[in-house]
């Protein structure tokens, strides 16, 4: 069974960089499918920030105007996100989750990680 | 982006009752290929998202028989046949017809 648990720091400071990844068990990152990294807060609900292939291919929301980019490490078997420039606007919670067709929605997610910018 | 609008925002339900919320898009979500992209989520109280339904109708596996789903173009419904204690959370519609995927505000279910 596909499981997924994000991990990295609760804390970032302004203008900082956020990192997290997350860890694939289960399954294999090299399966066609497509990762994705969505963030919820209780203001703006749920935003899809991107997605990810194991080939390199990436889509990420403009919204998020260049400061995005998604990786995937096969040799770890996980994924991970940068968000660059991080404002308090940036504070959510994050979450992985695969799609095997973007278009019908994310079926397996992580529990997702909280993420507060402060300095 | 494609703006979702779910109403209510609030929804009351007795056990054992039927439970309605409805998605409206801004645009329409039918693909050149004919199918059209409207998911639903289940978010229980303190776990991540859940999809119950995919393509308007179809039902994610393990997902009980009272949840449906209906619609066509821009104008959507997710039903509950008989409300169960099980069923208390937040809903959302997805779309994901037009990139990027954009969700609903979100429908809170609760027992009354």
């Known amino acids: 069974q596909l499981q997924l648990q994000e991990s990295g720091p609760g804390v970032v400071k302004p203008s900082g960089t956020l990192s997290l990844t997350c860890a694939v068990s289960?399954?294999?990152?090299?399966?066609?499918?497509?990762w994705n990294w969505l963030r919820q807060t209780p203001g703006k609900g749920l935003e899809w920030i991107g997605e990810?292939?194991?080939?390199?291919?990436?889509n990420y929301n403009p919204s998020l105007k260049g400061r995005v980019t998604m990786t995937v490490d096969k040799s770890k078997n996980q994924i991970s996100l940068r968000l660059n420039s991080v404002t308090a606007a940036d504070t959510a919670v994050y979450y992985c989750a695969r799609a095997n067709s973007v278009p019908d929605g994310m079926d397996v997610w992580g529990q997702g990680t909280k993420v507060t910018v402060s300095s | 982006d494609v703006v979702m609008t779910q109403s209510p925002l609030s929804l009351p339900v007795t056990l054992g009752q039927p439970a309605s919320i409805s998605c409206r898009s801004g645009q329409s979500l039918v693909d050149s290929d004919g199918k059209t992209y409207l998911s639903w989520f289940q978010q229980r109280p303190g776990q991540s998202p859940r999809r119950l339904i995919y393509r308007v109708s179809n039902r994610e596996s393990g997902v009980p028989d009272r949840f449906s789903g209906s619609g066509s173009g821009n104008d959507f419904t997710l039903k509950i046949s008989r409300v169960e204690a099980e069923d208390v959370g937040i809903y959302y519609c997805?779309?994901?017809?037009?990139?990027?995927?954009?969700f609903g505000q979100g429908t809170k279910v609760e027992i009354k």
């Open positions: 289960g399954g294999s990152i090299s399966s066609n499918t497509w």
């Open positions: 997805m779309q994901g017809r037009h990139a990027p995927p954009t």
């Open positions: 990810v292939h194991h080939i390199g291919n990436t």
